[in-house]
């Protein structure tokens, strides 16, 4: 979850801890600590909306059929916006990714959806861990 935003407004992204849902203490601690390496990886910089949630789709649905389970999306950080009174960070692609995530058909697909270490992307890149099966 982004610094400042409360569970409902920063949608589906989890934070990694000792009692992440969905994962095991291990796999969370490794995740956490940038030392599982992504299976394989997506970058959507410079797509359009449209366009990434389709690649997105079918890239998660060609991951989960070869049986791999943490990949890597790439979203970029974004650019800082103001809204009303209150400067926000985060792009367009970074806040759709983890919504379209997180509503089905993209939902049944996945264990869960969280904050890339920053070796893998940081701010600009999330882990989805997917669910087991073909």
């Known amino acids: 979850m982004r610094p400042g935003l409360s569970a409902a407004a920063a949608g589906p992204v ?5 009692s992440t849902p969905g994962l095991d203490r291990r796999t969370a601690e ?19 909306l449209a366009r990434a949630h389709r690649l997105l789709e079918g890239f998660l649905r060609d991951a989960r059929g070869r049986g791999l389970r943490c990949v890597l999306v790439i979203t970029g950080k974004g650019r800082k916006r103001v809204e009303g009174w209150r400067e926000t960070e985060g792009g367009a692609l970074r806040d759709s990714v983890p919504r379209w995530i997180g509503t089905p058909p993209l939902s049944r697909l996945v264990v869960g ?22």
């Not at 956490?32 to 992504?38: E, Q, V, W």
């Open 14 to 18: 989890q934070a990694l801890g000792p």
């Open 30 to 48: 490794r995740l956490r600590r940038g030392k599982l390496a992504p299976q394989a990886r997506l970058d959507l910089h410079g797509v359009t």
């Open 113 to 134: 959806i969280y904050p890339a270490h920053p070796r893998h992307g940081g701010g600009g890149a999330f882990y989805v861990y997917l669910k087991r099966g073909g």
